[in-house]
């Protein structure tokens, strides 16, 4: 069974620091770009960035509100995916998925998400 | 960044109607688009990629079409599971971008 599951969320205050985890399953993890999406309560999808593959030179791109706060890496040898995220605000509050390719035919796999809330 | 815009912002139907939803590009992606559901507490689901390829194991009712800037997807006969909120994704350049959805709700 093919799966993703994200962890690493949480309460953290403002200006603080948060590193959420990825972990995929059930498929070639290494060949794939992982995506990280967030979504606020009660508000829609926003892409936060990812990083392709080793033979994409693990290229990362990230949403222009988060590049230079966050950062993208994995470790393909424990199929995982890290998105480290500094300097947090109370609008980075919201649920992150990570997800497969975008782009191409193979499924694209979600994991169910995790919570991060930034909070005084 | 490439701007996406999608119509209606939500929308009523009935069991059986014909929906087509519409996704505009601010400029031109080809067809370097996706389109997923997603409904309350639920991660999305892709349904269409490359803007009109079936994923597998997505029933036929639903149809993606367009190219370039201007996008659309067909839910052939609505089902009462087809209830939910439609959102576009342009992955042609980063930062990609997710349309504001659609909410197709039950009349």
């Known amino acids: 069974e093919v799966q993703l599951v994200e962890s690493g969320g949480g309460l953290v205050q403002p200006g603080g620091s948060l590193k959420l985890s990825c972990t995929g399953s059930g498929f070639t993890f290494s060949d794939s770009p992982v995506h990280w999406v967030r979504q606020a309560s009660g508000k829609g999808l926003e892409w936060v960035g990812r990083i392709r593959s080793k033979t994409d030179n693990y290229a990362t791109a990230y949403s222009a509100s988060m590049k230079g706060r966050f950062t993208i890496s994995r470790d393909d040898s424990g199929n995982t995916a890290y998105l480290q995220m500094n300097s947090l605000k109370m609008e980075d509050t919201a649920v992150y998925y990570c997800?497969?390719?975008?782009?191409?035919?193979?499924?694209?796999?979600w994991g169910q998400g995790t919570l991060v809330t930034v909070s005084s | 960044d490439i701007q996406m815009t999608q119509s209606p912002s939500s929308l009523s139907a009935s069991v059986g109607d014909r929906v087509t939803l519409t996704c505009r590009a601010s400029?031109?992606?080809?067809?370097?688009l996706g389109w997923f559901q997603q409904k309350p507490g639920k991660a999305p689901k892709r349904l269409i990629y490359a803007a009109s390829s079936l994923q597998s194991g997505v029933p036929s009712r639903f149809s993606g079409s367009g190219s370039g800037t201007e996008f659309t997807l067909t839910i052939s006969s609505l089902q009462p599971e087809d209830f939910a909120t439609y959102y576009c994704?342009?992955?042609?350049?980063?930062?990609?971008?997710f349309g504001q959805g659609t909410k197709v709700e039950i009349k």
């Open positions: 400029q031109g992606i080809r067809n370097d």
């Open positions: 997800t497969s390719a975008f782009a191409t035919a193979s499924n694209n796999f």
């Open positions: 994704l342009q992955y042609n350049s980063p930062p990609l971008t």
